[in-house]
Nanobody
Framework: VQLVESGGGLVQAGGSLRLSCAVS????????MCWYRQAPGKQRELVAA???????DYADSVKGRFTISRDNAKNTVYLQMNSLKPEDTAVYYC??????????WGQGTQVTVSS
């Protein structure tokens, strides 16, 4: 199973970015897809999660600004990030919980928000 993230970059505060994570090599179904982030010197934290049925959950710090979505046919998860703040700067990681096969992580994509 491989996860390939894209869409990170440098943006000014108040701007938007859209992250994508494409999952390949899945034999069974993907139960939950998540986005985590890790800022320098901090622990990795859960940003958003979405179930196969479309249920979502968000960290309090991103509620109302970020939206997670998925395309089950393409095994792809997205993170639309609006009203970005400098404190959103981090490496963003995608995680997939795959039935039977286990949990898998992407390589991470850097998001930098300048003030």
């Amino acid at each position: 199973v491989q996860l390939v993230e894209s869409g990170g970059g440098l943006v000014q505060a108040g701007g938007s970015l859209r992250l994508s994570c494409a999952v390949s090599g899945v034999i069974f179904s993907i139960n939950v897809m998540c986005w985590y982030r890790q800022a320098p010197g901090k622990q990795r934290e859960l940003v958003a999660a979405i179930t196969s049925g479309g249920g979502t959950d968000y960290a309090d710090s991103v509620k109302g600004r970020f939206t997670i979505s998925r395309d089950n046919a393409k095994n792809t998860v997205y993170l639309q990030m609006n009203s970005l703040k400098p404190e959103d700067t981090a490496v963003y990681y995608c995680k997939a919980k795959v039935t039977v096969q286990g949990d898998y992580w992407g390589q991470g994509t850097q998001v930098t928000v300048s003030s």
